[in-house]
């Protein structure tokens, strides 16, 4: 049996959950989710707890048990409290500000590049420590619009300028060795 599989996933107060077969549909404060699971796991609600269950050690069915449960738990952790990814602009001259609710990217092109938020995500931006902070309550779309804006200027390895997310590590090369002595 899978150990995160087998886990129930708990429901915090304020927070709906709605199965039906395999649809769930989880509302709370901060937003509200649907999304629709393999049919080979059985999802059920069992005192106030989330319980997937599978009914044969048929490897497909291994590999969804666990993938399931961790997903409905990122949809309750989303909709109660949120999830957030920070990225940090580094380079000479290199910004992020906010423009309403767009972030406007300064990252040594010839324009600022817009990023226009998809619906349930929020930017923030701190100028001191220069980082952006996704805000939402899907993980998967807040991954993703992180992976978008990082991807308008990822980190190269020479002076290591660009956008990365906060505390990964970019690998350094050295660079020209320089004019050789005759």
Excluded: C, W
């Excluded at 048990?65 to 738990?73: N, P």
């Excluded at 309550?137 to 290591?160: F, L, N, S, W």
């Amino acid at each position: 049996m899978s150990r995160i599989g087998r886990l129930p996933v708990a429901v915090p107060s304020g927070v709906q959950v709605d199965v039906q077969g395999s649809n769930v549909h989880v509302k709370g404060p901060k937003g509200e989710l649907k999304r629709v699971f393999s049919a080979l796991i059985g999802i059920a609600m069992e005192d106030g707890q989330v319980v997937v269950t599978r009914a044969s050690d048929n490897a497909a069915e291994r590999a969804l048990h666990g993938t399931t449960r961790a997903v409905i738990a990122n949809m309750i952790h989303g909709v109660s409290t949120g999830f957030s990814v920070v990225l940090e602009v580094e380079g000479v001259g290199y910004r992020a500000e906010m423009e309403g609710k767009n972030l406007a990217l300064f990252v040594g092109y010839s324009h600022p590049v817009k990023v226009e938020p998809p619906v349930g995500v929020s930017f923030e931006v701190d100028l001191k420590t220069r980082q952006i902070k996704v805000l939402g309550y899907d993980k998967e779309v807040i991954g993703q619009t992180a992976a978008e804006i990082r991807r308008v200027r990822p980190p190269e390895p020479y002076h290591g300028k660009g956008i990365r997310y906060a505390g990964e590590k970019v690998r350094r090369k050295a660079g020209k060795a320089g004019k050789g002595a005759k």
